[in-house]
């Protein structure tokens, strides 16, 4: 479906926008495909690699309204990965955080309605679903925006949805180079902050093949959430370093022990599917939509009522050697 089309993604330059630019070029005949980063050396960076003809490389902030309605000019497809997404850091500097991922969401939804955007998908986060910290929250307000966006399309064609997933494996920032980055170095322990501590984890590929694929099933106003595995943090910290001890260092602001993507207040609005769940929208649309089969025909089922999809309950974990094989 990506074939002589052009796609725009925001946050280009980071970990899923390579991953997805190589897909892209990998799988397609896009007629262009436009990097929008604030991050002009990452742009360079960037650009050594990947020279195709459909690439372009914009220089601009979500928070930048004007130059997002340009960037957009002749876009069929958007995906909306620019984010601040360091817990901490958002708990210290609160209106940046909510500037970009707040303010930055309305501005990616107002350009891609005025330039007649065919689709939209904004990427999400664990952290969103029963938020304690502030990142957390303003994703929670930036999915709300985007699947309310619907119902401010009026006659126009543009249709959004949000895709939410867990940890990336080895994306900037994690705790996967972290850890990589202090056995290079020769520590003798590595910093845990709490031995129950469980997460979500996805490789690259996959959270850009769940991007790609929800595009074709969309309708407009879902939430898509993969069915992915979880692992022990401390299981990780001995993928990474065997033997090495760990040093308990306690929570950090904002963090939780379990990580949930379907929360038990939306079981009545959750649908199962063989590969995901899919959060209907809390609120009604002009059109009603039914969201147990999406526009691949695939059928799903609702859940029961009470279901919660978490971390520290996920039926599916990861071992020690999985996450060897992962890494």
């Not at 690439?55 to 601009?60: A, K, V």
């Not at 209106?95 to 991922?101: A, D, P, Q, S, V």
């Not at 930036?142 to 064609?157: E, I, W, Y």
């Not at 867990?166 to 902050?193: D, H, M, W, Y």
């Amino acid at each position: 479906m990506f074939n002589k089309k052009s796609i725009l993604i925001t946050g280009g330059t980071g970990s899923f926008g390579k991953e997805c630019v190589r897909i892209l070029l990998e799988r397609y005949q896009p007629q262009k495909i436009i990097v929008y980063s604030r991050d002009e050396l990452k742009q360079f960076e960037m650009s050594q690699h990947f020279n195709d003809k459909a690439m372009r490389y914009f220089l601009g902030d979500v928070r930048d309204a004007e130059r997002l309605r340009q960037a957009m000019r002749g876009v069929d497809y958007v995906i909306h990965a620019a984010a601040l997404k360091q817990v901490p850091a958002a708990e210290y500097n609160p209106m940046e955080c909510i500037k970009t991922n707040i303010y930055g969401a309305e501005n990616v939804i107002k350009a891609a309605i005025e330039n007649g955007v065919e689709k939209v998908i904004a990427l999400s986060t664990d952290k969103a679903a029963n938020p304690i910290n502030l990142y957390g929250a303003t994703k929670l307000a930036s999915d709300k925006l985007f699947v309310a966006a619907n119902n401010m399309t009026g006659t126009n064609r543009t249709r959004f949805a949000v895709v939410r997933y867990g940890n990336v494996v080895g994306s900037r920032g994690s705790v996967v180079p972290f850890f990589q980055n202090l056995v290079k170095q020769g520590a003798k322990e590595l910093p845990i902050t709490d031995i129950r501590m469980t997460r979500f984890w996805i490789t690259l590929r996959k959270g850009v093949d769940l991007v790609l694929h929800s595009f074709a099933r969309m309708h407009g106003g879902e939430i898509f959430v993969p069915k992915i595995p979880s692992s022990r943090i401390v299981d990780l910290a001995e993928a990474i370093a065997p033997g090495i001890p760990h040093k308990i260092i306690g929570i950090r602001p904002g963090e939780k022990l379990h990580e949930i993507m379907c929360p038990t207040d939306d079981s009545h609005l959750t649908i199962e599917f063989p590969d995901h769940y899919v959060i209907q929208p809390t609120i009604s649309f002009f059109e009603p939509v039914d969201y147990s089969v999406n526009s691949l025909g695939e059928k799903g089922q609702a859940v029961e009522q009470g279901f919660e999809y978490n971390s520290g309950t996920n039926p599916d974990f990861l071992t020690v050697e999985h996450l060897r094989e992962m890494l």
